[in-house]
């Protein structure tokens, strides 16, 4: 059982280059969510999702798009990634419990 | 303005101390969670708190959820290296699907 993947898991970017962040859960959970965590510091929710089609807007979602076509999945995508968005992302879902489980994160850096 | 306030942001430890970290909130909680986080991983849950003022142990680590469901307290009892890492509260709001972090307290404890 596999639970939640996330890919890739480290990423260098050039400023203004695009890129999308995959992460993919088998738990069959409706609730998906992308976190990013800078150093020494908690999680801030960039955007999430409560079902296959929709997607709505954390605390920190500028710069940021996401997509939810399948269940199971939930895509994060930057489009000119800015030296801003070096963090490590990290990807989480639940299902009808509080309970999340999450990925092992994807360390970002934009140079 | 955070939603979730944690203290103190650090603590390092001898092996052996108690402590207590606290997480607070001007909000009402139907209920509230706790994670640890170790380097390199994503967080994992301890436990949830749903009444207020309950208490649950989990082997040294007792965890009280306030009367008025505002704020909560974590405490270790005889700390170990093992305990080690990020510690986390969180909250589910918005008819129960945003999940929202709280601002997190570094442990060390040293042999």
């Known amino acids: 059982n596999a639970g939640v993947t996330q890919t890739p898991k480290f990423r260098v970017l050039k400023t203004g280059q695009s890129m999308t962040l995959l992460c993919a859960q088998d738990?069959?959970?409706?609730?998906m969510y992308w976190y990013r965590q800078d150093p020494g510091m908690g999680l801030r929710l960039i955007h999430y999702s409560v079902g296959e089609g929709t997607t709505a807007k954390g605390e920190v979602p500028d710069g940021y798009n996401v997509s939810r076509l399948k269940k199971q999945n939930f895509l994060l995508g930057l489009e000119s990634a800015a030296p801003s968005q070096t963090s490590v992302y990290f990807c989480a879902s639940r299902g009808v419990l509080p309970e999340a489980f999450f990925g092992q994160g994807t360390r970002l850096t934009v140079v | 303005t955070q939603l979730l306030e944690q203290s103190p942001q650090f603590l390092s430890i001898q092996e052996g101390e108690n402590l207590t970290v606290y997480c607070n909130s001007s909000s009402v909680f139907s209920s509230l969670q706790w994670y640890r986080q170790e380097p390199g991983e994503g967080p994992v849950l301890l436990v949830t708190?749903?009444?207020?003022?309950e208490v649950k142990k989990l082997k040294r680590l007792t965890f009280q959820f306030g009367d008025a469901r505002k704020d909560s307290s974590l405490h270790i009892t005889a700390a170990q290296p093992g305990d080690t890492g990020l510690y986390l509260c969180?909250?589910?709001?918005?008819?129960?699907?945003?999940?929202?972090f709280g601002t997190g307290t570094r442990l060390q404890v040293m042999l």
């Open positions: 708190v749903v009444t207020g003022g």
């Open positions: 738990m069959n959970h409706e609730y």
């Open positions: 969180a909250v589910t709001t918005g008819t129960a699907s945003k999940l929202t």
